[in-house]
């Protein structure tokens, strides 16, 4: 298996396991805060009695997760069926992944929302290019 694609893939698997990380992150403040607070599970059955929770920064980040991340997983895996994994793709997925880990620690932690959006935006932008060179170079690979 050729090194781009090995790299590739691991870089899906890092995003992978950084939504395992902020799922279990969720879990735990979820726990924590319910125990603390006395709240029963049932109350909080519905989204309407998850109000009640106060630390919802991993329920959000975890759910940014399914989100915009979608995108490079599919780009991920078209690159992967067509086998066309251009030279500049590995690097472009794994600066897509660091500056999502960043984005899922600062939203997890401090949350200061100007910086959570810089590192937001920069992603989203690079995700954008990668699809558009993705795109551009299949289709310059397919009219050679």
Same mark, same amino acid.
């Not at 781009?4 to 590739?8: D, E, G, N, P, Q």
């Not at 590995?90 to 960043?102: C, E, H, K």
């Not at 939203?107 to 993705?134: D, E, P, Q, S």
């Given at each position: 298996m050729p090194s781009?694609?090995?790299?590739?893939v691991g870089?899906?698997?890092?995003?992978?396991?950084?939504?395992? $990380?902020?799922?279990? #992150?969720m879990?735990? #403040?979820?726990?924590?805060?319910?125990?603390? %607070?006395? /709240?029963?599970?049932?109350?909080?059955?519905?989204?309407?009695g998850?109000?009640?929770?106060?630390? +919802?920064?991993?329920?959000?980040?975890?759910r940014?997760?399914?989100?915009?991340?979608?995108?490079?997983?599919?780009?991920?895996? /078209? #690159?992967l069926?067509?086998?066309? +994994?251009?030279?500049?793709l590995?690097?472009?997925?794994?600066?897509? @992944?660091?500056?999502?880990?960043?984005h899922? /620690?600062i939203?997890?932690?401090?949350? %200061?929302?100007?910086?959570?959006?810089? +590192?937001?935006?920069?992603?989203?932008?690079?995700? @954008? $290019?990668?699809? /558009?060179?993705?795109?551009?170079?299949? $289709?310059?690979?397919?009219?050679?």
């Open positions: 781009s694609v090995v790299s590739l870089a899906c698997l890092v995003l992978v396991l950084l939504t395992f $990380v902020v799922g279990l #992150a879990l735990v #403040a979820r726990a924590r805060e319910m125990q603390c %607070k006395r /709240i029963h599970p049932q109350a909080v059955s519905t989204s309407a998850m109000a009640r929770l106060e630390n +919802v920064r991993p329920a959000d980040n975890f940014n997760l399914f989100e915009v991340p979608v995108l490079f997983y599919a780009l991920v895996a /078209i #690159a069926a067509t086998h066309h +994994v251009p030279a500049w590995p690097a472009a997925a794994w600066t897509f @992944v660091g500056l999502r880990m960043a899922s /620690i939203h997890c932690t401090y949350n %200061k929302v100007l910086h959570r959006l810089a +590192v937001f935006a920069t992603g989203f932008t690079v995700l @954008v $290019v990668m699809w /558009i060179a993705f795109v551009m170079s299949l $289709v310059a690979d397919q009219s050679a």
